[in-house]
Nanobody, 119 residues
Framework: QVQLVESGGGLVQAGGSLRLSCAASGIMFGINRMGWYRQAPGKQRELVAIILSGSSTNYRDSVKGRFTISRDNAKNTVYLQMNSLKPEDTGVYYC?????????????WGQGIQVTVSS
């Protein structure tokens, strides 16, 4: 059974930094892409950043230059370094992984972790 455990969220003032981590367990055949989404109150969940198995990355425009996604394949862990945080970055952040199965792949989601940026 694949499980994702997120950590590193919290309350920070605007301009501050946080580092999110998401550790996956129960991985049998490896992980393809790993990523972070977020959801602000009253809004739809949106992609923040994604990193592929070859370590290529993609970010939403509003976080480019401020956020960095990385992964440690030996630990099945994905990180999101968030710098120069803004109040509009507030939301629940979810990690997601696309896991290789015996046949095909499957997506898994973490439980979500709160990030609050005060002005």
């Amino acid at each position: 059974q694949v499980q994702l455990v997120e950590s590193g969220g919290g309350l920070v003032q605007a301009g501050g930094s946080l580092r999110l981590s998401c550790a996956a367990s129960g991985i049998m055949f490896g992980i393809n892409r790993m990523g972070w989404y977020r959801q602000a109150p009253g809004k739809q969940r949106e992609l923040v950043a994604i990193i592929l198995s070859g370590s290529s990355t993609n970010y939403r425009d509003s976080v480019k230059g401020r956020f960095t996604i990385s992964r440690d394949n030996a630990k099945n862990t994905v990180y999101l370094q968030m710098n120069s945080l803004k109040p509009e970055d507030t939301g629940v952040y979810y990690c997601t992984v696309n896991v290789r199965r015996w046949t095909g792949t499957e997506d898994y989601w973490g439980q979500g972790i709160q990030v609050t940026v005060s002005s």
